[in-house]
């Protein structure tokens, strides 16, 4: 039986003209599949080929630089992945990923995530021998402060049967450690002593608002450790603005904590 290789990218797909392709371009190989990709440095968009004795497989344009590719495996199904990272540019995004495989003289994308303005790691979180995508949940990016100031919450991924698996609620030492590190931020802001915004009055980049970008995390936190009701038990303690019911509201309707 042929052993199937899944295959992660990092990529979005667009139309490329007038390329100008550097002439160093990235190069991986795993037993007889070839991956190349050479950087426009025109477009600044990225060409993959996969090449297997000699037949080209699989080739596309994607924005963005691919600055890696590597071999690694992911989840329990003992299939092989390669890692193919992508960055688009910009001040902080974005990364993308897709997966697939190969199938005899086809390669065949299955999946794909978006991880916006968060880079990735690729590792082993808790010890057991099996790697993992390790990345943050940016939501809440520019939601209630600058990104600067934003704070995430982790995620982490795996690859099950060439689909992408939110696995993060198996990691509670992750998460709890993300929720101390809030914590302890918001303590501090609490010390300093933050002020409420007026009624009506736009709380963004403010104190509170810097409040609710440490606190919506945590929310989120809670809810991947199925405690939900801590997050909103812990927001009820600390906030103390005009707005706290309508920011509870806004975690519950639009993100969808609850």
């Not at 797909?13 to 037993?31: M, R």
């Not at 968009?45 to 600055?67: M, Q």
């Not at 993300?178 to 914590?183: C, M, P, T, V």
Request: proline share 2%.
């Amino acid at each position: 039986m042929k052993k199937s290789i899944s295959i992660l990218f990092f990529f979005i797909t667009v139309s490329i003209v007038n390329a100008q392709w550097d002439e160093n371009p990235l190069k991986f190989s795993l037993g007889e599949y070839n991956f190349k990709s050479y950087y426009d440095t025109t477009d600044f968009n990225s060409k993959l080929t996969v090449v297997k004795k000699g037949e080209t497989l699989y080739s596309n344009e994607f924005s963005g630089r691919i600055f890696s590719i590597k071999a690694d495996e992911l989840g329990e199904d003992g299939k092989i992945d390669i890692l193919i990272g992508v960055y688009s540019g910009g001040a902080h995004c974005c990364f993308s990923v897709y997966t697939g495989h190969t199938e005899e003289r086809d390669f065949i994308i299955t999946d794909s995530l978006m991880l916006g303005n968060s880079d990735y790691e690729i590792k082993d979180l808790n010890d057991d021998n099996q790697r993992e995508i390790f990345a943050y949940d940016d939501r809440f990016a520019y939601v209630f402060t600058s990104y600067a100031g934003s704070r995430f919450s982790p995620v982490v991924y795996t690859v099950s049967n060439y689909k992408f698996e939110n696995i993060t609620g198996k990691f509670p030492a992750v998460i709890n450690s993300n929720i101390d590190d809030l914590k302890s931020q918001m303590n501090e802001l609490i010390g300093k002593g933050y002020n409420c915004p007026a009624v009506g009055e736009d709380a963004f980049s403010s104190d509170a608002g810097m409040a609710k970008a440490i606190l919506a995390p945590l929310v989120q936190d809670y809810m991947n450790l199925g405690e939900v009701s801590k997050g909103y038990d812990y927001v009820n303690s600390v906030y103390k603005c005009s707005d706290k019911q309508s920011f509870i509201d806004t975690l519950k309707i639009v993100y969808k904590l609850k």
